[in-house]
């Protein structure tokens, strides 16, 4: 790690994942929690041709009917296989949140290390915006332009990637903040290089860490969000199958039909924990201070 | 001061936004009667017509005077219709903050005393599970236990907003569980590393070199510095906790702030979204606030380097 610092640009960042990810996967927690994710990962790519039914074929005799030896999870208020809808209603999320994330931590982590190294009038009022802006809850932020501009992927993808990129800006400004002052940045200011190149050669590999940590993070709590938007009925359409939606379906009929809300909850859950297992392991590997915040 | 400031910010972007948004207060108050005469009199009647910065100022007046205007739809004014549901998130999230505070502190600090041992990997993967599992999970999971299968609790809570507090309960009690679970997770992770971190401090080891019996170290060496911190994590989650807790209000059909805000949003009552943002992050800054005075009054070190900086 040492050599790491003394020579930021050296590793290239495939290289430095495939290393970061052999880390996290020896330690017991980050090796469950990859396996999970991967897991996960399969499923959702390989479900359309694994599933036994079509996950919108209804059946007026087959309503909430128990688990048996032609639909192993049961079916649900509508007589659909639950095992079909479980295995395909993580795709949705995760396409969403796979995407989103990275743009969040790209553009967030962009204007923080900048505003890091710029300081000054921009950075304090830009700040007071993120304060701002980070005072309102996020369900209100999302529904309004929910609401207004519809539930498709077209609109979650942008909506989560600008939100979840907010809280960045802090966490990367923080991070760069104790980079700024090190003797290779004033040295690359003092050869003339700009604000551009020096963010690119110096800051963005050490601040690199820290951001990877926190892209985890973000990932489990853009998947929260997903699915309580669905779980609310501001995510995904029916009769896509979803399990935010599921759940919420599932629930009246719990008490008599526990197999249609158990198995995505289950599901769900697990590829959560997974996540956050992943993220706890890469954080103490990275030997980065991992972001306790009140879940705002 | 900069509370002030981050209150008027928030005014002014959830003002504009709702500016932004196609709609008005008119197109949703006659919805498809919207056009033509009836519009332009509604408009004029509402002050609509006048420009953007001028209806500003008024809201904006008439907020810090305590009228937040009147809603859309119920023809009702705003803050009668707010002060309830404040009332009721008031009384949830209160609760919840009884019930997790202490709970959170002493597993949090018995997590850390007992490090890496059978009961800190207990208590510390059982906090990982209950903040990350979504809300709604863990509450569909005790609705179902504890009213489908016991049959010991209610479910669902049927009270209108403005019934007196004590006929929530029993009904309250899953979602201040909920609540409290997701809470005590968060505190207890930051109260159990500030404590380590304490633990592993010079200054500690110095008074177990000194011989200083283990009560004593714990209680006034080691608390005192390590709970600190932890007043910025408790004023995140008291904000949380206030500013409605919308997918536990809606799982429980609890007459809350969070619920009211998902009904003003589909119903595009954006007078009401706009007095709901306005009082959601007011408490945000005062919490926030009030936690940043407790640090500065209760470690006299912060305020001699506070003042540096300014």
Known sequence: MSTNRAHPQKPSLAVRLFVVTREVAARPSGAIGLLLITLHLLVALASPWLVPYDFKAISAVLILAPPDSTHWFGTDQLGRDVLTRTLLGGREAILVTLVATPIAVAWGGFVGIYLGLAGGRLDATLMRVVDAFLALPWILKMLLLIVTFGTGIGVLIPTLAVFYGIPVIRIARAAAHNVVARDYVIAARARGHGRLSIIAREIFPNVLDALMVEGAMRWSWMLLAFSSLSFLGFGVSPPTPDWGLMIADARTFLPIAPWAGLYPIAALSSLIIGINLAADALAKALGVDRAYKAPI | ?310
């Open chain 2, 1 to 310: 001061m900069l509370g002030v400031i981050t209150v008027a910010l928030v005014s002014l972007i959830i003002f504009s936004a709702v500016e932004v948004l196609p709609g008005d207060a008119c197109t949703a108050l006659l919805q498809q009667d919207a056009q033509g005469q009836r519009l332009i009199n509604c408009r004029a009647q509402l002050g609509l017509e006048r420009p953007a910065y001028v209806r500003y100022a008024s809201w904006a007046w008439g907020a810090i005077q305590g009228d937040l205007g009147m809603s859309a739809h119920g023809h009702a004014r705003i803050s009668d219709l707010v002060a309830d549901r404040v009332k009721n998130s008031l009384l949830l999230g209160v609760s919840a903050l009884a019930l997790g505070l202490p709970l959170a502190f002493v597993m949090g600090i018995l997590a850390a005393l007992r490090r890496d041992r059978i009961l800190d990997l207990v208590l510390s993967s059982l906090a990982i599970s209950a903040m990350t599992i979504p809300e709604f999970v863990s509450a569909t999971i005790l609705i179902l236990v504890f009213s489908g299968w016991l049959g010991w609790l209610p479910g669902i809570i049927l009270a209108s907003a403005d019934t007196p507090a004590v006929d929530f309960f029993p009904g309250i009690i899953l979602p201040v569980v909920v609540l409290a679970m997701v809470m005590t997770a968060h505190i207890l992770r930051t109260v159990r590393s500030s404590v380590i971190e304490v633990l592993d401090s010079d200054y500690v080891r110095m008074a177990t070199l000194k011989g200083v019996p283990y009560r004593r170290l714990v209680l006034r060496h080691v608390l005192p510095n390590a709970l600190l911190p932890a007043i910025n994590v408790v004023a995140l989650t008291v904000a949380w906790l206030l500013g409605g807790v919308v997918v536990v209000e809606t799982v429980f059909n609890y007459p809350g702030l969070g619920r009211l805000m998902i009904s003003a949003i589909s119903d595009r009552d954006l007078a009401l979204v706009q007095a709901i943002a306005l009082i959601v992050a007011g408490v945000y800054v005062v919490v926030n606030l009030t936690a940043d005075l407790l640090t500065l009054v209760a470690n006299p070190r912060l305020r001699t380097t506070m003042v540096k900086r300014s």
